[in-house]
């Protein structure tokens, strides 16, 4: 209800909020609310902090969760959405001093289906954007013309929420089951007058931990160089340092970052060779010349560093044409 | 004894599976290699075999009217507009139809009538692939996933249909239509610059 408000208060301003246009808001509203139907995925901004002010000062950022609940049965897409589907996008509103970065990514699952394979997330995930808070901004908008610091004072409303302050963007994404539906929705990220977000919440602060915990991390004790010919394409992976540590090789899987590099349904094969471990895949039919550099991420069931549970790895790697040593 | 008759007849088996699956590879669609030949009938009850149409440019267009990808390239006319226009110039225009029965997708011929009339679509003739052997030697994953075959039966183009991964139905008009430019060079008799791009759309219901 108190979306819809927002929604009619920005639509028709307080001075002709008329029961007329009340009735015609409202059967706007409606109208376009059972035209969409309901969606698959319920999505929600969860902010990782209680407000700009709880913002780490070092990084000058914090984390906004993009939580999406998918119904039972469906999935929704990974950055590489494997052999068909749709990776999730999010088209950012400008705003004056919360400046959103790029997706990251949680681990992928993989799925199997049709003798076609994708990759991404059932059930829950949360998508992680890193927001910058722009400190020059605020202090030119707010401080510098006579304010008295808070932020979200718009004009002449005095609490009223000026809607500019709302970090606000559209979120599109493909939900698929033995059918695909691409679905959207308009989500805000409010701030109050002090600057505080009222969606933060512990346990949302608590999911996003969480989440952040399956992202891919870059390491330093693990190397990689790929090798590729016509058809197969090896990973082969090197410990660099004490820290490595290595995981059950029946759990690990190769995550491209790019469609058309490999073959997603094809069998990858892991196999030790001393201390280092190979992984066999089969070159896609689509990949037209061996790339320079592949990027991906190696998944594992345990971790690939000791003392911390850190299942996927991103990798970057050179490619070159396949060695005798092999 | 009999665990070891068990084993050997699973290796027997295994054995057996690989040699059917590699015959399988060597069927499968390649560019610049002769494509699968096969029959299947329209949804008029018509039998097309694909050798006969040599002389010809044949298009395959893997299809599926409910999935939003093809929906784009559909509601927006691109399709029909693809359609009609290249048989103007001669070319033979399939649209096949590989999902199974009881899977979504999956088309009786007087359905499959019916909405290429609602569609207002102009192929040559739609083809019901219902076991999913005609889609599975050309490995067509998704619906749209095109392939262009020239008179002397050799596939020339393989994969996505544009440039543009995506359900926006703006996205139709400043895409780069590998279909159209793959057969306005081939008619103007030069080679197809693009042969295959990574097709992108729903999974076929096989």
């Given at each position: 209800?108190i979306i819809?408000?927002?929604i009619?208060c ?20 409606l109208a ?5 139907g309901?969606n698959?995925v319920?999505?929600?901004?969860i902010?990782?902090v209680?407000?700009?002010n709880?913002v780490?000062n ?17 999935h ?10 749709l990776?999730t996008?999010?088209?950012?509103n400008e705003?004056?001093?919360l400046k959103?970065?790029?997706i990251h990514?949680p681990r992928p699952?993989?799925f199997d289906?049709d003798?076609i394979?994708t990759?991404?997330?059932s059930d829950?995930v949360v998508?992680l954007?890193p ?8 202090n030119t908008?707010f401080?510098?013309s006579?304010g008295?610091?808070n ?18 963007a559209?979120i599109?994404w493909l939900v698929?089951k033995?059918i695909?539906?691409p679905e ?6 409010h701030?109050?007058g002090k600057g505080?977000f009222p969606?933060?919440?512990?346990s949302?602060?608590?999911r ?12 330093t004790?693990w190397?990689?160089?790929g090798?590729?010919?016509s058809?197969?394409?090896k990973?082969i ?11 059950d ?5 190769f995550?491209?970052?790019?469609q058309?590099?490999?073959e997603?349904?094809a069998p990858?094969t ?10 066999e895949?089969?070159v896609?039919r689509y990949?037209?010349?061996?790339p320079?550099?592949?990027?991906g991420v190696?998944s ?6 000791r003392?911390r549970n850190v299942?996927a ?7 070159s ?6 | ?6 084993s050997?007849?699973?290796l027997?088996f ?5 040699g059917?699956?590699?015959?399988e ?7 610049g290699?002769?494509a699968p ?6 949804a008029?009850g018509n039998?097309h075999?694909?050798s006969?149409?040599?002389d010809k ?8 009217h ?14 029909q507009m ?6 103007d ?9 590989s999902s199974?029965?009881g899977?979504?997708g999956y ?9 290429t009339r609602d ?8 083809l ?7 889609g599975?030697?050309y ?11 020239d008179?002397q039966?050799?596939?020339v183009y ?10 926006n139905?703006?996205?139709v008009?400043?895409?780069?239509n590998?279909v159209r430019?793959?057969l ?5 008799g030069?080679?197809?610059e693009?042969?295959?791009?990574q097709p992108?759309g729903?999974?076929v219901k096989y």
């Amino acid at each position: 209800m108190i979306i819809l408000r927002n929604i009619l208060c920005a639509i028709f301003p307080l001075a002709v909020w008329k029961p007329a246009t009340l009735i015609l808001g409202m059967f706007f509203f409606l109208a376009s609310a059972v035209l969409a139907g309901p969606n698959r995925v319920s999505v929600t901004f969860i902010p990782e902090v209680a407000g700009i002010n709880a913002v780490d000062n070092q990084t000058g950022a914090f984390w906004l969760g993009v939580e999406m609940k998918i119904e039972d049965g469906w999935h929704i897409y990974w950055r590489n959405p494997g052999d068909s589907g749709l990776p999730t996008t999010i088209r950012w509103n400008e705003h004056a001093f919360l400046k959103p970065g790029e997706i990251h990514w949680p681990r992928p699952f993989r799925f199997d289906e049709d003798g076609i394979t994708t990759y991404g997330y059932s059930d829950s995930v949360v998508l992680l954007v890193p927001v910058r808070v722009s400190r020059d901004e605020i202090n030119t908008l707010f401080h510098s013309s006579g304010g008295n610091g808070n932020i979200g004072q718009g004009g002449s409303g005095g609490t009223r929420k000026n809607p500019e302050h709302a970090l606000s963007a559209q979120i599109n994404w493909l939900v698929c089951k033995d059918i695909c539906i691409p679905e959207s929705t308009q989500l805000s990220l409010h701030l109050d007058g002090k600057g505080d977000f009222p969606g933060y919440s512990e346990s949302g602060s608590e999911r996003i931990d969480r989440s952040r915990r399956l992202l891919p991390e870059s390491v330093t004790a693990w190397q990689a160089h790929g090798e590729m010919d016509s058809d197969r394409f090896k990973v082969i992976v090197t410990p660099e340092t004490g820290e490595a540590l290595f995981p059950d090789a029946d759990d690990i899987y190769f995550y491209p970052h790019l469609q058309g590099i490999i073959e997603h349904t094809a069998p990858q094969t892991v196999v030790s060779d001393g201390d280092r471990l190979i992984l066999e895949m089969q070159v896609s039919r689509y990949l037209r010349s061996r790339p320079d550099e592949l990027t991906g991420v190696l998944s594992a069931g345990q971790s690939w560093v000791r003392d911390r549970n850190v299942p996927a790895i991103e990798i970057s790697m050179p490619v070159s044409a396949p060695t005798d040593t092999n | 004894m009999k665990t070891r008759l068990l084993s050997i007849m699973i290796l027997l088996f295994g054995f057996l599976l690989t040699g059917l699956v590699q015959a399988e590879d060597r069927k499968r669609a390649e560019i610049g290699k002769k494509a699968p030949d096969f029959t299947l009938t329209d949804a008029s009850g018509n039998k097309h075999t694909l050798s006969d149409y040599e002389d010809k440019y044949v298009v395959l267009e893997w299809l599926n009217h409910d999935c939003p990808f093809v929906v784009k390239h559909y509601a927006t006319g691109n399709m029909q507009m693809l359609q009609e226009k290249y048989r103007d110039k001669g070319v033979v225009w399939f649209s096949v139809i590989s999902s199974a029965p009881g899977k979504q997708g999956y088309l009786e011929p007087d359905q499959a009538r019916k909405v290429t009339r609602d569609k207002k679509a102009k192929p040559s003739a739609v083809l019901l692939d219902p076991d999913g052997k005609v889609g599975r030697a050309y490995d067509a994953r998704v619906t749209p996933h095109m392939y262009i075959i020239d008179p002397q039966g050799t596939l020339v183009y393989m994969g996505a249909i544009d440039d543009r991964p995506s359900t926006n139905h703006d996205d139709v008009k400043d895409a780069r239509n590998f279909v159209r430019e793959g057969l306005n060079l081939l008619l103007d008799g030069r080679d197809v610059e693009v042969t295959s791009h990574q097709p992108y759309g729903c999974t076929v219901k096989y």
